[in-house]
């Protein structure tokens, strides 16, 4: 079964909605478009589709099954809404919304319409976070212990509307629910501790450098950053678990994976590191005999993948990947981040 699909907002992502579908997703045909601003609109020709004069005309269409938001954050949670009570189904650009309960309004009217309703958390398929994943999922760590995932920018202001606060602008936002939608698919249980300092250095008015601290039940501690000034980037991922350490230093996936041996016995005596000020045993590099380095882990990711789920539920033949619920709890968390940095204190919470 093929499906018909529009796009809400053809600047950057929308664009990029357009033509990834058409090369990568056969079963999705792109009718048209709808942009605020005549000129997007320009580009409709050269992407072969229908431009619509209206956000009306285009959810009157009665062969578009499926629509694509991707317009700034504030306006997600209404269009969402009318998208959805015109019969629509509907995915919809991250952050879904600017929180928790504009979220759950959607929820409830795509409950009633019964209607499909998935946010593009697109970073679940970057081979990075699944090479991190692949690690944890075949045991090459054993349980985590600290994880750090970060985002390294160095052009120091947000861009555009991503700089004003009516706007849904600012960090957390926009990377922060990327990276939280990852780390909480790489662990599923509950988050029990947040804290973030959400600094706003160089976009008045939103944060635009910051970290986020969280605690898991199982025990995982998280760190997420993300900066808007960094000339000198640290890993992407350094995940450190009870038999091994993985780090990942950039968007090509070059890194490095170390195993403690099976029998990694060693003496506290051998290679004690002696600096100007003192000796240190406990911060010493463990002997190089009592460890393994493993190649990291082969993934194979495919973003239509995204797409093709949708088709696929739409079909009734799967299960939503990226599911509503699992949306509700990052922007729940988010929430809480920004209380966080508003009250001066973190938090113990259940989510
Ligand atoms: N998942 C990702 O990797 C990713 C990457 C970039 C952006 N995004 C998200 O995509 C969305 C759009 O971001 P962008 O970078 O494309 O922004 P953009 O500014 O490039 O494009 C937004 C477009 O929406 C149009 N628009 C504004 N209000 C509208 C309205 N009421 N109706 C129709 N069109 C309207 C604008 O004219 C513009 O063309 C945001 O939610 C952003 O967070 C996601």
């Known amino acids: 079964m093929a499906f018909t699909s529009a796009v809400i907002g053809l600047g950057g992502m929308g664009t990029w909605h357009v033509e990834n579908i058409q090369k990568k997703v056969p079963r999705i045909h792109v ?3 709808y942009d605020i601003r005549p000129e997007a609109l ?7 589709i229908q431009a619509y004069g209206s956000l009306d005309e ?8 499926l629509v694509t938001i991707a317009i700034p954050n504030d306006m997600h949670k209404d269009t969402a809404i009318k998208a959805l009570r015109a019969g629509k189904n509907v995915v919809c650009e991250k952050p879904v919304t600017l929180n928790s309960a504009e979220l759950e309004e959607i929820i409830a009217v795509q409950k009633e319409t019964g209607k499909l309703f998935s946010v593009h ?4 398929w970057d081979k990075d976070f699944n090479i991190v994943k692949a690690a944890k999922d075949q045991g090459l760590l054993g349980d985590l212990t600290f994880v750090e995932s970060k985002v390294q920018g160095s052009r120091q202001s947000m861009y555009g509307w991503r700089g004003h606060k009516q ?5 957390l936002l926009d990377w922060g629910v990327h990276l939280l939608d ?3 698919q790489l662990d599923k249980s509950k988050i029990v501790k947040v804290d973030s300092h959400l600094l706003s250095v160089y976009t008045p008015g939103v944060d635009d450098n910051i970290k986020l601290m969280l605690l898991f039940e199982s025990g995982m501690s998280a760190v997420l950053e993300m900066s808007t000034m960094c000339l000198i980037n640290s890993y992407r991922w350094h995940v450190e678990g009870t038999s091994g350490t993985l780090c990942i230093r950039d968007w090509n996936c070059e890194g ?3 195993q403690l041996k099976a029998d990694a016995a060693m003496e506290w005596d051998e290679d004690i590191v002696y600096t100007e000020a003192g000796p240190t045993r406990t911060m010493a590099p463990r002997p190089k005999y009592t460890m393994n380095q ?3 882990p082969e993934v194979h990711v495919d973003w239509s993948d995204y797409y093709n789920n949708i088709c696929d539920v739409l079909e009734g033949k799967a299960e939503l990947i990226v599911k509503p619920e699992q949306s509700l709890r990052v922007m729940r968390v988010i929430d809480l981040l920004f209380r966080a940095t508003e009250e001066g204190h973190g938090f113990a919470c259940e989510l």
Do not use: F, H, S, V
């Open 182 to 184: 990852q780390i909480m």
């Open 58 to 65: 285009l959810l009157g269409d009665p062969e578009i099954d």
């Open 294 to 296: 493993l190649p990291l």
């Open 31 to 33: 009718k048209g478009a």
């Open 256 to 258: 490095e994976l170390y």
């Open 121 to 124: 958390q697109n970073r679940r």
């Open 42 to 48: 320009e580009k409709t020709g050269r992407l072969g």
């Open 167 to 171: 706007n849904g602008g600012g960090m």
